[in-house]
T-cell receptor, first 113, second 111 residues
């Protein structure tokens, strides 16, 4: 069966520091991968998605970037964090036969201080 | 652009009553409509979904109905229980390898 991992689970970072969040999927190949952000008490904001290695689509222009160095690995990065970057970061995956069914990872709770 | 409106934003029901959450969309190309449940501090979980060639789908106490002509779909929860308390998100997909999510409904089931 397929499993999606995210780490770290929680993170506290000062303003202006860099960020690297990692997401990996097991048990499938060539998944579509997604990064979402959820501010406290708010909805799901799609940040990036990828349909293959090296292919990144950006949904919201901001100080974040994403990379997909391997088929089942998706990384979210920032060179300098802002206070507004605080939130719950969720990675999700979907695969051809599942159609649009997206499954979320456990998330990373980021607090920028 | 793609947009989905979700109502109500909060819903309080008595245990055992039914709950209905409705979403409306504008993109005629939308053909996939999932619902997610998110408990406090946890990830959203896919609870039920429907495709545009089906009008209704049931899974025990939950059901989703789709009206393509009116461009709306609804989540129905019958015999609500305290563990149904959560935030529910509707979403739609119609191409482009991504989903558009509603703004969420906070459901509270009171004893």
């Amino acid at each position: 069966s397929q499993t999606i991992h995210q780490w770290p689970a929680t993170l506290v970072q000062p303003v202006g520091s860099p960020l690297s969040l990692e997401c990996t999927v097991e048990g499938t190949s060539n998944p579509n991968l997604y990064w979402y952000r959820q501010a406290a008490g708010r909805g799901l904001q799609l940040l990036f998605y990828s349909v293959g290695i090296g292919q990144i689509s950006s949904e919201v222009p901001q100080n974040l970037s994403a990379s997909r160095p391997q088929d089942r690995q998706f990384i979210l990065s920032s060179k300098k964090l802002l206070l507004s970057d605080s939130g719950f970061y969720l990675c999700a995956w979907t695969w051809g036969l599942a159609g649009y069914q997206q499954y979320f990872g456990p998330g990373t709770r980021l607090t920028v201080t | 652009g793609e947009n989905v409106e979700q109502h109500p934003s909060t819903l309080s029901v008595q245990e055992g009553d039914s709950a209905v959450i409705k979403c409306t969309y504008s993109d005629s190309a939308s053909n996939y409509f999932p619902w997610y449940k998110q408990e406090l501090g946890k990830r959203p979980q896919l609870i039920i979904d429907i495709r545009s060639n089906v009008g209704e789908k049931k899974d025990q106490r939950i059901a989703v109905t789709l009206n393509k002509t009116a461009k709306h779909f609804s989540l129905h929860i019958t015999e609500t229980q305290p563990e149904d308390s959560a935030v529910y998100f509707c979403a739609m997909g119609g191409g482009g390898n991504k989903l558009t999510f509603g703004t969420g409904t906070q459901l509270k089931v009171e004893l």
